[in-house]
């Protein structure tokens, strides 16, 4: 337990370095963070996570800091390279039989007599990759002239859109949001979705709420002060939808 808490955190560590960098990425970035990897399940990370930004320019990086180097440097960055070689390659294998497997699950698809409801009974397995090989697919369908199989694969794209389509309550979340800072253009949106306010919309800001406090309670510093920034405006919408709700109850009776 105590390892895999530990790989837990390496893994952790690594892709908050990354994120921190984020558009500032770049190949001698990663490099950096490669070289300074104290341990082999983080340097594994560093290879899964940013794994296209490690190419024939980055080995020709590494190769040079190699060749500069003299000693245990040299035989440090030696085995360095030596291990991302490894994982990058077994990382490739991975992802080529997820590939293939994709592929194969989206050809099983395509032969059910009702695919929608094939779709949806799978939809938990169904993940990015999928996606990308049915995307894929379509396009070299459409490419071919293939009608009915383009047509096929549209529909599981069509399924799959609508599935992960966020629900009405949330949508509306976030319109009411625009209008925090100014109380009656809040009101004014809330008339206007008056059908629309009920005791599930009220349960899904409740949600909001608690995942939000969670989350400040998790963070620090700036990432701290957004999430406090975005948990008030969700308490002003919840706020004010709940007075609604109130007075309109109080209009009934």
């Known amino acids: 337990g105590q390892v895999l808490k530990a790989d837990s955190e390496e893994v952790q560590t690594a892709m908050k370095a990354l994120q921190d960098l984020g558009d500032n990425l ?14 082999d399940v983080r340097l594994r990370a560093y290879v899964q996570c940013p794994r296209p930004g ?7 990086l590494l190769s040079t800091q190699i060749d500069n180097a003299n000693g245990d440097e040299k035989e440090r960055l030696t085995g360095i390279r030596s291990k991302i070689l490894t994982y990058t390659g077994e990382y490739d294998e991975e992802m ?14 395509l032969q059910a007599p009702n ?44 399924v799959i859109e609508q599935a992960s389509a966020p629900p009405a309550e949330l ?12 109380a009656a253009a ?26 939000g406090q969670s989350v400040v309670d998790e ?22 939808v709940l007075r609604f709700s109130m007075r309109r109850s109080f209009k009934s009776e």
């Open 96 to 109: 080529a039989a997820r590939a293939e497997a994709a592929r194969r699950n989206v050809e099983t698809l």
């Open 115 to 158: 695919l929608e409801e094939a779709v949806q009974q799978n939809l938990e397995a169904i993940d990015d990759l999928f996606v990308q090989t049915v995307a894929k697919e379509l396009e070299e369908a459409r490419r071919e002239g293939n009608l009915d199989r383009s047509s096929r694969l549209q529909q599981i794209l069509n």
């Open 186 to 211: 809040m009101n004014q949106a809330i008339e206007a979705h008056a059908d629309e306010i009920t005791p599930d919309l009220m349960q899904v800001l409740t949600s909001l709420i608690t995942q």
């Open 219 to 240: 963070v620090e510093g700036e990432q701290k002060e957004q999430q406090q920034k975005a948990l008030a405006s969700i308490q002003t919408v919840y706020e004010a």
């Open 26 to 39: 770049t190949r001698e970035k990663l490099l950096e963070l490669v070289l300074a990897a104290p341990t």
């Open 171 to 182: 949508a509306l979340v976030e319109e009411l949001m625009d209008h925090v800072d100014d």
């Open 54 to 60: 490690m190419d024939y320019e980055f080995f020709q």
